[in-house]
């Protein structure tokens, strides 16, 4: 219970809202609660709002805003590339990476009782994508690949627009889950080539329960939300206008401040690594290009879980593992994939940075996690 005292670094999981997104959306949540599909006065300003934001997102990822759909979030997104592009095929192949969201994994996974083939491309060491497995992978027919930009965990950045060009030849229909990229790397839709991206609103101070799937116009998809046919008919369900509208914000703050968020994160990130790996501890995906805010490490001789309850304590906000997952022991898949061992990687502690934190924050993390290894060290020896 650190309330407002404690360090947040845990903006992989979720950002604060920022004041200047919440002050656009409330008036949304007050006076102008109109339905975006009415006709009157209200119903104009909500869909005037609604329109606006479209635009907002469709410019950070360089897109026509008619190519954004809204739905709630990442997972929803995800959710219906995989699940609404499979509908339109007989069964075939889809070729995902080892270390997507369980919110693409598990999806995947489920079009194998349905009659498709699963394929899984590795990573090496470092956590990237292997490229030669990616080769290998589409040189069998494929209707579908799924390949995140950044992973959540260790944030190393995918070679999508490679893998992209590699579905292109195939005619294969490729998305990418950007959630994690979004306002931390220039997230280029056309430049990219993929023909899907998902985003969240959450992961770039915006609010929760709102994202958009992106798509090329000529994806043929099947909802999986039926009802008044909003969203082109791709996700019914009246529109939530405060959270689109916050969503659009948010968008164009990022376009405004990543440079200035990627330079104080970046700094606070290799000072706490630095720091970390000093004390013993072994970085992954060190070796690889990562977004700027996130490094994940794990302590040879503590657990993770512990490292986390005790760092919570002491005042600072960390996750161990990916934070979705943070309610089973499980060693994280991601560094599975990456060859790392059960036993480290149950270990594994994240610590993602924002654009409020400082620099004597990561000063005063660095000392708690100093003391708070001793003390486990001390206990793990006495243990013994
Ligand atoms: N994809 C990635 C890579 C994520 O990190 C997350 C959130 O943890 C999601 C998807 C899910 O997004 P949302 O929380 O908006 O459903």
Not at 34 to 42: K, L, V, Y
Not at 71 to 85: C, D, H, K, Y
Not at 226 to 243: I, K, L
Request: charged share 20%.
């Amino acid at each position: 219970m650190g309330g407002a005292m404690q360090a947040y670094f845990d903006h992989n999981a979720t950002t604060p809202l920022d004041e200047g997104v919440l002050a656009e959306m409330l008036p949304f949540l007050r006076e102008e609660y109109g339905n975006a599909s009415s006709r009157h006065d209200f119903g104009t300003r909500a869909r005037r709002a609604v329109n606006k934001a479209r635009e907002q997102i469709a410019v950070l990822v360089n897109v026509q805003p008619a190519q954004v759909v809204f739905v709630s979030g990442g997972t929803e997104a995800n959710n219906l590339f995989i699940r609404g592009a499979a509908a339109y095929m007989k069964p075939g192949r889809i070729v995902v990476s080892a270390i997507e969201h369980p919110c693409v994994a598990k999806p995947a996974q489920d079009l194998v009782r349905q009659g498709w083939k699963l394929r899984k491309l590795v990573t090496d060491a470092q956590g990237r994508v292997d490229l030669a497995d990616a080769q290998a992978a589409l040189a069998e027919p494929a209707n579908l690949v799924s390949v995140m930009l950044a992973n959540n965990e260790t944030g190393v950045i995918q070679p999508v627009a490679k893998i992209a060009a590699m579905a292109r030849e195939q005619r294969t229909w490729m998305h990418t889950d950007a959630v994690q990229a979004l306002g931390k790397i220039p997230v280029d839709f056309a430049a990219l080539g993929v023909h899907a991206m998902t985003l969240s609103a959450h992961k770039i101070y915006g609010p929760k329960g709102i994202g958009a799937l992106v798509v090329d116009k000529r994806l043929e998809l099947k909802p999986i939300i039926h009802g008044g046919g909003h969203e082109s008919g791709m996700r019914s369900g009246t529109e939530n206008v405060p959270a689109i509208v916050g969503f659009g914000a948010a968008c164009e703050l990022a376009a405004r401040r990543m440079d200035s968020i990627v330079r104080s994160t970046l700094d606070l990130r290799d000072r706490t690594e630095q720091g970390a790996a000093a004390l013993g501890a072994q970085v992954f995906g060190r070796g690889a290009e990562r977004i700027s805010n996130t490094t994940y490490f794990a302590f040879p001789d503590i657990d993770g879980e512990t490292l986390v309850i005790e760092l919570d304590k002491a005042g600072f906000a960390v996750a161990s593992g990916a934070a979705c997952s943070s309610t089973s022991t499980e060693p994280s898949a991601t560094l599975l994939a990456m060859g790392v061992a059960p036993d480290l990687a149950r270990g594994a502690v994240r610590v993602s940075f924002g654009a409020r934190n400082t620099a004597v924050e990561a000063e005063d993390f660095l000392q708690a996690l100093g003391a708070t290894v001793s003390r486990l060290r001390r206990l793990t020896a006495v243990a013994v």
